[in-house]
């Protein structure tokens, strides 16, 4: 085994291995600052009887609920392909992305019923001070928490948590938006705009809901890369001075790890051991582009699709 193919392996390994590890950090910061939020927050609403507040308290505990299904998914999602899988365990992480879009919107219409009741029957807010100085603590934690996930999302491409990160922004305009309806309700008097927020909030929510779930079928219907990735793949494989043509390409992602494969047309004169080395050689080439990314290549001598063509028709 050559210098290039010893070196591209072990990085396939460490880059495996620290995604793992960002993952599964990714997933505990969660669990940790949703269950720290709940606790705060309770105590919060138990002092303002704010609905919007209340809005944003069912809403971290419905960040816990996800987070924990996330932290279960994307540990069953990184166990390494057996027997009975031998693709790995990678969509795990978008059935855990479905299950947060489920639990988004069953929180969504408990909340938008309690925002109609309190059209019904508005109640004064009170110690709103102390709401607001909850709401400040819980935007500077989920900021830290978003830019931590952000960062785990770029190095990873995470579903699972890329849908738990789409879920803490949406939070941060919730606590945003709850401090503004306690100021309106407080200085102004202006009770309706508790449920008021409280309703916009529910709409961002199933906004964020329907983004999660269609990312979350993308990835179990094996959706295509984007057409630019896939034209610069064709271009890294064509740009080996053996390789006259790529085509019949299909790609698709599954947890941390995505899967490449395509034909690559190659002189007919060659024997089978240099088209072979070849492969390898081109494999090692697109990998290094596309890291944890498996690639399997189909080796085809020069003309023989043309031929192919000649005996369909």
Known sequence: MSDTENNSEENSRES????????????YASVTVA??????????????????????????????????????????????????HRFGHGKAE?????????FIAGSG???????????????????????????????????LLVGFQSYVVKKTGSVAIGADSLHYR??????????????????????????IFAILIVLYMSIGAIKIAQQSLDVLMDKEFPDQERRRIKEIAESHDQVLNVHDMRTRSSGATSFIQFHAEMPKHISLAEAHEIADE????????????????????????????????
């Not at 960040?63 to 994307?74: E, H, P, R």
């Not at 019904?120 to 989920?142: F, H, L």
């Open 170 to 195: 949406a939070d941060i305009l919730v606590n945003v938006a709850v401090i503004v309806s306690l100021v309106l309700a407080a200085n102004l008097q202006w009770h309706m705009a508790d449920p």
């Open 35 to 84: 269950s720290i939020l709940i606790i705060v927050k309770t105590g919060a609403w138990f002092a303002t009887e704010s609905v919007s507040l209340l809005s944003s308290l069912v809403d971290s505990l419905l960040d816990v609920g996800a987070s924990v299904v996330n932290l279960i998914a994307v540990h069953h999602a990184l166990q390494p392909a057996d027997h009975e």
């Open 109 to 143: 219409a408990f909340l938008l019923l309690e925002s109609v009741d309190r059209f019904i029957q508005p109640r004064e807010i009170t110690n709103s001070e102390t709401g607001i100085v909850v709401m400040v603590i819980a935007i500077v934690m989920t900021l």
């Open 94 to 102: 978008a059935l855990a992305g479905l299950a947060q879009a489920a």
């Open 282 to 313: 081109v494999m090692y080439m697109v990998e290094e582009a596309f890291p944890n990314t498996e690639v399997l290549i189909h080796q085809d001598p020069e003309g023989v699709d043309e031929r192919r063509d000649d005996v369909e028709e």
């Open 16 to 27: 495996g291995a620290n995604t793992a590890r960002l993952m599964r950090l990714a997933t």
